[in-house]
């Protein structure tokens, strides 16, 4: 039996997140997360995953996965460090490190557990972290679970990184840090790397890219870092293993040393069960796929270029991505609701992303077209687009 104060605290916060439309209703999905999925019985057309290279519903990543899982079983059996480092963990760090041309690398559970690791392992309450404002929220957890000051600079404003970076080093603090998405996944717009790097250069600041978003989309797939020269650079070159690599999991790839730090001083690695035997031989797999052939990755960069020609011939205000994600900017929250759920109602799946995920009056319908998704799929989500944006007079 709950306390008085938690069912009055849960009773009172749900119904006013409920109230502004700000509780997520979940729709479990009755198929694979594929271009068409199904929900309640009916299809749609899907514009709602992270599985950029269709890549979560590929058969060789499923017999790599069901081959794992008869030769070592379901579970792992042990944190890392105990005995639940498998010979596949180690083959699947060499992978990542080979991937992202760094010394080596060390996988987590997933990517959100992996920016919880890394900072904390690294930063302390004597340290500063410099964090764009527009970063991930598990980056922000991380940075807040260090302990370290942080501060917040202005979207991709490399003014205003510059002028904070030259604060923070007039030897208040101890290492400082400088922390970014590589792709924005609202906006689909990529971090300044160069400029960063030139400043970090200037200032002594450590590097630390977060490119769950990038990965498998930038630099032929190799990332961000990669796409801009910069492999040699950045300090720590995050990413998680759930979005184009299609599994589930996240890791660190750097310097020998820094990943040998990790090993021994980040908490999931110690503390917590290490990834199933089944995900890490299914993101081999998908990692050997990725850096033999750009096959899927040019098929993503053609899907999301068709996509968004479509909807902008339309009429629609596409924004400013430099990626696949295509965004459709609304503007007003509730208006942005209603189309979002009107296209739902017409067989396309693409989700309202509203304050506070988005700055207020920028509510957007978040498109990602993937590898997997047909000409002729996107030509009826356009038609669909078309439909529902003249019928609520948005184009
Ligand atoms: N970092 C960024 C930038 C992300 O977009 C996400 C995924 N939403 C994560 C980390 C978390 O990754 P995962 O889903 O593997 O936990």
Redesign the pocket.
Known sequence: MSSKALESFLTENLAELKDKGMYNVIDPLESPNGPIITIGGKEYINLSS?NYLGLATDERLKEAATKAIKTYGVGAGAVRTINGTLDVHVKLEEAIAAFKHTEAAVAYQ??????MAAISAIMDKNDAILSDEL?????IDGCRLSRAKIIVYKHSDMEDLRQKAKEATQGQYGKVMVIT?????MDGDIAKLPEIVEIAEEFDLITYV????GSGVLGKGAGTVKHFGLSDKIDFQ??????AIGV???YVAGKQNLIDWLKVRSRPFLFSTSLTPADVAACIESLSIITESTELHDRLWENGRYLKQGLKKLGFNIGNSETPITPCIIGDEVLTQQFSKRLNEEGVYAKAIVFPTVAKGMGRVRNMPTAAHTKEMLDEAIRIYEKVGKEMDII
């Open positions: 992270n997933s990517g959100f557990n992996c920016n970063n991930h929220a598990s980056i998405d590589g792709v924005f996944s977060d490119d769950a978003h995050i990413g998680t293993l759930s979005k589930v999991g996240g």
